[in-house]
């Protein structure tokens, strides 16, 4: 039976769903203890003793990766699509093999970004927070979706999903990925090269990956560009936003408000400023996890590890 660790939260939460068939496949699950991701020290103590590793967003670095490959580890997936946590050069050089889970819940991040924006236009979240903690019965004003405009910052499979639901909500639709070409047949969808047309955008939104041409993507300078009020949602990767220049702006009310799923170092911060900002929503970087996709992702990470530990 080959030992394999899991330090992906989401897989972890249902972990005992997937004993039973990654047993058939002659595979030992082992959960690690982990909130959010192991250190580069946890991970070197812990790696060598598995013959292949499931990796959440841990520091999958190449010391970490050769401190592995000196015990039992001969392979590695990464659960979901973000590769930005893992050298994929350093696996190559050490002869790891390794891959990702792409495009297994697209869909889902895309509705937790529908509910961030509506709940920002609408200001859901002041609502709800006036009625518990000060009992007030408030009724700020919100704004219509209907032909609005989202700065969509990501055409992939989260992006692709996230432009059908707004071309539904008839809202405008400024798609930048430099990577994929065309609209996907979306009616809503228009292209552009970043940052231009930024200016136009009620609300921007990021579904990209991470790398290192667009981190902090959205600083002070690109701000600039953005209209008085605009609405920020990230549902991607933390580093996209230069949280310092994004504080600024939610203080100046240059940005109105902001929702995010990720943040630069999470768990976030207890001396965060972002704390103080009332028109903010935090997430706990959860987009993808709900019961159906994290089991669907989580079988064809199995699957995935059987097929490089078998050869």
């Not at 590793?53 to 973000?82: C, M, N, Q, Y």
């Not at 600083?219 to 009020?229: M, P, S, Y």
């Amino acid at each position: 039976m080959k030992k394999v660790v899991v330090t992906c939260p989401p897989m972890l939460g249902l972990f005992d769903e997937f004993i039973n068939p990654a047993a058939k496949s002659g595979i030992e699950l082992v959960p690690a203890k982990v909130i959010q991701t192991l250190t580069e020290k946890e991970l070197k103590s812990l790696l060598p003793e598995f013959d292949a590793w499931i990796i959440g967003d841990d520091p999958a670095t190449e010391s970490v990766f050769a401190a592995a490959s000196a015990g039992r580890l001969k392979a590695a997936v990464k659960w979901g699509i973000g590769m930005d946590n893992v050298d994929f050069d350093a696996c190559s050089r050490l002869g790891i093999p390794i891959t990702n889970t792409p495009d297994m819940f697209g869909a889902e991040v895309a509705d937790v970004a529908v509910a961030y924006l509506i709940g920002l236009a609408r200001d859901l979240f002041l609502i709800d927070r006036s009625v518990r903690r000060d009992n007030k019965w408030i009724k700020p004003a919100g704004m219509s979706l209907g032909d609005k405009t989202v700065a969509l910052v990501g055409f992939g499979d989260i992006g692709k999903h996230l432009a059908r639901r707004l071309d539904v909500l008839q809202m405008k639709v400024i798609a930048y990925d430099p990577g994929v070409e065309g609209n996907a047949d979306i009616a809503a969808v228009t292209r552009a090269d970043w940052p231009a047309r930024l200016e136009e955008a009620d609300f921007v939104i990021f579904t990209c990956s991470l790398n290192a041409h667009n981190h902090h993507m959205f600083n002070k300078e690109t701000i600039k560009k953005c209209k008085q009020g605009v609405h920020v949602i990230n549902v991607a990767r933390g580093p996209l936003i230069d949280e310092t220049s994004l504080f600024d702006a939610l203080e100046r009310q240059h940005v109105s408000a902001a929702a995010l799923d990720v943040f630069e170092t999470e768990p976030l911060p207890g001396d965060s400023p972002l704390r103080s900002m009332e028109r903010c929503i935090f997430g706990t970087h959860n987009g993808s996890n709900t019961r159906e996709a994290v089991r669907r992702t989580s079988l064809e990470a199995i699957k995935k590890v059987r097929e490089f530990l078998n050869g």
